[in-house]
């Protein structure tokens, strides 16, 4: 009877461990997508500020433009210059 009690201990955690990594893997996965977006809008706004110098447009690389850039992509871009330019 003694015996069993380890192997119930080890299976409830081994059971737990499943449910928590399902319920924790969805934000994980949204987090590291957010992440690699926001790393794409730096790309995309480096790119677009040194294009844009030679027509005098550009904007700031900071985790806020890159993140709407990341999100939104092309149309992000030009809502931040929208932003940027009217305000």
Do not use: C, H, T
């Not at 009690?5 to 319920?23: H, N, R, S, T, W």
């Not at 590291?32 to 550009?58: E, H, Y």
């Amino acid at each position: 009877m003694e015996v069993w009690i380890p192997l119930l201990l080890a299976a409830i955690a081994v059971g737990l461990l499943v449910l928590l990594f399902k319920l924790l893997g969805k934000p994980l996965r949204w987090l590291a997508k957010l992440f690699i977006n926001a790393l794409l809008g730096f790309v995309a706004l480096f790119l677009f500020n040194f294009f844009g110098d030679f027509v005098g447009l550009s904007l700031g690389l900071n985790w806020f433009n890159a993140i709407v850039a990341g999100v939104l992509g092309v149309p992000g871009i030009v809502l931040l210059l929208l932003i940027k330019y009217i305000f």
